[in-house]
């Protein structure tokens, strides 16, 4: 059973290229989440999918889009990306369930911006 | 929006219990509170979760008192293993739906020898 699988897991950028972090769950989730992680920070929200075919802003949404293709996907894109987008990027998903808080989350993605 | 607030860090030796304490003063009546755990290189694992009073669990116990404005982990005799970031997360819920999750910046746990 795989759960949450991301894809790369290291990726190296120059300013101003674009690109597309992905993010499949195969445990029939309903709720899917993008973070990213810095050092000191904390993991800070992106963008969440609440259910399929609604997507919301996050705590910092600024530079990215994102796209629920489907149950099982919620990818992450860069249109233009910026040295300040350097980061770990982290997915998630859970259940929806209103009583419960649990996050599976992947391994994570680690994006350098030149 | 649920504000969390925790140490940044915590020292302990092994086989100590470990207490870190999240302070959330705005917890609305059917917010959850729950414990993840990171460790380098990886993603946040999910600990436990409770809403008042003690809930326990094979790796942990989670205290709430009434007011529920404030939660605390409990590690009982912590190993090197344990060491970590812990994050104190309060489950938003908006109309049955998991919404916005939001994590504070966690308590960094470091366990010595």
């Avoid at chain 1, 120059?14 to 992905?22: A, R, Y």
């Avoid at chain 1, 259910?51 to 996050?58: P, Q």
């Avoid at chain 2, 729950?34 to 989670?62: D, H, M």
Wanted: one cysteine or more.
């Amino acid at each position: 059973n795989a759960g949450v699988t991301q894809t790369p897991k290291f990726q190296v950028l120059k300013t101003g290229q674009s690109m597309t972090l992905q993010c499949a769950q195969d445990m029939n989730h309903n709720s899917m989440y993008w973070y990213r992680q810095d050092p000191g920070m904390g993991l800070r929200l992106i963008y969440y999918s609440a259910s399929e075919g609604t997507t919301d802003k996050g705590e910092v949404p600024n530079g990215y889009n994102v796209s629920r293709l489907n149950k099982r996907e919620f990818s992450l894109r860069l249109e233009s990306a910026a040295p300040s987008q350097t980061s770990v990027y982290f997915c998630a998903s859970s259940a929806q369930r209103w009583d419960t808080g649990e996050l599976f989350f992947g391994e994570g993605s680690r994006l350098t911006v030149l | 929006l649920a504000k969390t607030t925790q140490p940044i860090s915590m020292d302990s030796y092994e086989g100590q219990e470990v207490n870190i304490t999240c302070s959330h003063n705005n917890i609305a009546t059917n917010d959850y509170i729950t414990w993840y755990q990171q460790f380098p290189s990886q993603g946040p694992r999910f600990i436990i979760q409770g809403y008042k009073t003690k809930v326990t669990n094979e790796v942990a116990s989670l205290f709430i008192p009434a007011d529920r404005k404030s939660s605390t982990l409990s590690l009982p005799r912590v190993s090197l293993s344990d060491t970590a970031v812990y994050y104190c997360l309060v489950v938003l819920n908006y109309g049955g739906s998991q919404g916005n999750l939001i994590f504070g910046k966690g308590t960094k746990l470091s366990v010595k020898p």
